[in-house]
């Protein structure tokens, strides 16, 4: 029984018990102001906690976190040539997915958020940009390449990824079916609070990766995932982007 029928029963059965006093005679009823009878718990709340979108789902705080104090996240904003794709990352109120300023990119802590460059489907091609790390912490970020059938989640898409791991100074590389496959990780020095180029040549099912105009990794996929579009992506730190450009050499 919610509060509001609890409150609800309570003034129907005083309303019966005075109707009854008054048939059978008069009743006295006896505050004693001075006298605690019983303690109520400093947890119990007279909110409404009804299982209705986000009044339970939204947090601890019933109707608070999505709901009439309007302590929602703002919703973020859209970066042009750019589009979201999901994200394990969890907002606050004070910071944004993705951000933009000075021509620089900050990619935000999280299990895999997307952002997406929109028209840039390269069969063949050449995708470059510059990286930069502010620490060694742990995880990893950078590119996303074939990109195809994406949406929310960390894993939900098809695609190759190209990130760097500046705590363990490797390249990791591998495919993504909705699900991840790990094909190689390979030593590179990964320098922190320095703009790193990470280069990716697409030809067909062949992969060549490049840090520091130096070729690291070059693959040949045997069952190659079909064109798609080119991303960035990080997995549990942040990282920032400049220089970003997609050279298609389609025939």
Not at 122 to 131: A, K, L, M, W, Y
Not at 149 to 161: H, I, K, L, R
Not at 192 to 202: C, Y
């Amino acid at each position: 029984m919610n509060l509001f029928r609890t409150v609800v029963f309570v003034v129907l059965l005083s309303a019966g018990l005075s109707a009854f006093a008054t048939i059978a005679g008069k009743a006295k009823i006896v505050v004693l102001a001075d006298k605690v009878s019983h303690q109520i718990s400093p947890l119990t709340t007279g909110a409404c906690l009804e299982d209705v979108n986000h009044e339970v789902y939204g947090g601890i705080y019933s109707q608070m976190i999505f709901g009439e104090s309007f302590e929602e996240p703002a919703p973020a904003l859209a970066i042009e040539g750019f589009f979201y794709e999901g994200s394990g990352y969890v907002m606050s109120t004070k910071t944004l997915p993705w951000i933009i300023e000075g021509g620089v990119l900050r990619g935000p802590v999280g299990e895999g958020p997307k952002l997406l460059a929109q028209d840039s489907v390269i069969t063949n091609g050449i995708v470059d940009v510059e990286v930069c790390f502010d620490d060694r912490s742990g995880g990893a970020a950078g590119l996303i390449v074939a990109v195809s059938d994406s949406g929310p989640g960390a894993d939900n898409f098809n695609g190759y990824e190209i990130s760097l791991d500046p705590e363990k100074q490797q390249i990791i590389f591998g495919r993504h079916q909705h699900d991840w496959r790990p094909l190689q990780r390979v030593d590179c020095p990964v320098k922190v609070s320095s703009w790193i180029p990470l280069q990716v040549k697409i030809n067909q099912g062949r992969i060549q990766i490049y840090v520091n105009g130096v070729q690291y990794i070059d693959y040949t996929d045997k069952n190659p995932l079909p064109s798609g579009l080119v991303g960035f992506r990080t997995w549990g730190r942040d990282a920032k982007y400049r220089n970003f450009q997609i050279t298609k050499e389609d025939a």
